[in-house]
């Protein structure tokens, strides 16, 4: 099967027609009509076999996957989505395979209105690359150098849902309740957009864990946070995992949740009731982020995991 014909097949179908598209799939380049007077919003992200998703792992799964973290990089800068660029490479063409992959990449595309507009078809070792691109209105951006003395700290959902889920499926007993938090994560693209409109503007998606992504914040905005671990919002499964005992420590470190960390200053507290969100601490001047139990004892937690460091 030619090139052009696989792209026709499973990917020509996902450029649904829109007012901004004036060229999708199938010519040189694409051609869009953006949102005028906005910013555009751009990110990109790669999940390689092996190393992001067992070789294994169900294809739909991966689809929605690979464009979920980059809608949760718009989510985390209040951006609304829109274009998609997608790199295939692939050992072999596998007829189920690709059917699945588009169709978990398309479900969760058809969800927040996102075009595929073009990409790139290659032989190769396993691996997907997305470009997304989105929008948002001048000055509403969240960046991660935004936080400011004062602020608290705030999360959506629940954390450490995503490495509890790992652990076990690993350990080769799977927990049934948490497997979908770390198959098909949800991007909380909503939620993003709705903390830039309440006048958020310190923000960061929680891909490499809490510890690590609020250091990040901490550090482009020259302070120190001190997070209250009791104060953490927990699913079920992990509250009773730590009633039996379970270390926080992978809890807070741990990546692949998804959920937005933001900061915000006490006069937009008030309106951040019903977005489900919860205060987990405070911006503070120093540098660091300070991890502290019910009894304000600090926890010791090693470096984060990154990505080349082994
Ligand atoms: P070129 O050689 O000019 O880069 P290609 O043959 O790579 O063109 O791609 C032809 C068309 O198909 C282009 O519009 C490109 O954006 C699109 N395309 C290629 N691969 C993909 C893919 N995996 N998903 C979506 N569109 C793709
Ligand atoms: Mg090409």
């Not at 901490?218 to 997070?227: E, K």
Request: glycine share 12%; proline share 6%.
């Amino acid at each position: 099967m030619a090139e052009f014909e696989l792209i026709e097949r499973y990917f020509s179908a996902l450029s649904r027609p829109d007012a901004s598209v004036l060229l999708g799939v199938g010519d040189d380049c694409a051609l869009l009509d953006p949102p005028q007077g906005q910013h555009l919003a751009m990110t990109m992200d790669t999940l390689i076999a092996g190393r992001h998703f067992l070789a294994d792992a169900e294809p739909f799964g991966i689809g929605h996957k690979s464009l979920a973290v980059n809608l949760s990089d718009l989510a985390a800068m209040g951006a609304r989505p829109a274009w998609a660029l997608l790199s295939l490479s692939l050992p072999r063409i596998d007829h189920a395979w690709l059917t699945d992959f588009s169709a978990g990449f398309s479900a969760l595309a058809g969800e927040y209105g996102v075009q595929l507009v073009g990409g790139d078809t290659c032989q190769g070792e396993l691996s997907i690359t997305v470009q997304l691109t989105g929008y948002l209105m001048p000055g509403r951006e969240m960046r991660r150098s935004a936080a400011g003395v004062g602020d608290g700290v705030y999360v959506t959902g629940t954390l450490g849902d995503a490495a509890l889920a790992l652990d076990r499926q690993k350990a080769g007993s799977p927990l049934a309740e948490l497997q979908q938090r770390l198959d098909r994560p949800r991007p909380r693209v909503e939620e993003g957009q709705a903390l830039a409109a309440l006048g958020v503007r310190a923000c960061i998606d929680i891909s490499d864990g809490l510890s690590a992504d609020l250091g990040h914040v901490c550090r482009q905005s020259g302070c120190a946070a001190r997070i209250h671990l009791d104060q953490l919002p927990l699913s079920a499964p992990v509250r009773e995992y730590l009633r039996a005992g379970g270390d926080i420590r992978p809890i807070v470190s741990g990546g692949d949740d998804y959920e937005l960390c933001f900061t915000a200053p006490a006069r937009i507290a008030p309106r951040l009731a019903g977005l489900g969100v919860t205060r987990i601490g405070e911006i503070l001047p120093g540098e660091g982020v300070e991890l502290l139990d019910a009894s304000s004892r600090a926890l010791d937690l090693p470096p984060a995991w990154e990505h080349f460091s082994s």
